[in-house]
């Protein structure tokens, strides 16, 4: 059981380039979520999703899309990077409605670090 | 919107010492969880508080959950090393999985 895995650790990209960002989850979950993470602003939330083939905007959409053609993936894309989106990307998945105990509690990948030149 | 906001931004100890880290919320809560996120890390879930005026400890840790739903805190004892990193508050948005997470109070040690 790995819970929650995340494609790349670490990238470098120039800007005007696009990347994909992979997560993966294998504990079933509903819900899954993208935040990035910035020094002294928290975790803001980019875009999540309540089920397969559904996605919602969250607090910091601008500039990303993102797809969740099967429950156990959630792809993060960047289709022309800014250096402005330089951060730390956290995926996120939860029970969500409906599941065990605490529906809500999130649990987090390793993050992915993103530097664009 | 809701907010989530946590005080202090930053907490310097001494190790053995206490302190308090708060949080605050503009709306009135379901639950409110804590995560801790360990310097290079990701953040993982400590507690969820559910119930108005609960209170919840974890060895040196303790979490309380205001009577009003909005406001909760995090005191912990005696300081150790191990609690070097970065608490997060957060509260769901109401009818709401979505999570609002407070900025952090990020805590360093003095050994």
Redesign the interface.
Known sequence: NAGVTQTPKFRVLKTGQSMTLLCAQDMNHEYMYWYRQDPGMGLRLIHYSVGEGTTAKGEVPDGYNVSRLKKQNFLLGLESAAPSQTSVYFCASSYGRGGHGNQETQYFGPGTRLLVL | GQQVM?IP?YQHVQEGEDFTTYCNSSTTLS?I?WYKQRPG?????LI?LVKSGEVKKQKRLTFQFGEAKKNSSLHITATQTTDVGTY?C?G?FSND???S????TTVTVRA
């Open positions: 946590q931004q639950n969880q890390g990701h953040p993982v879930f969820q997060f957060a769901p999985y979505k999570l997470f407070g900025a952090g």
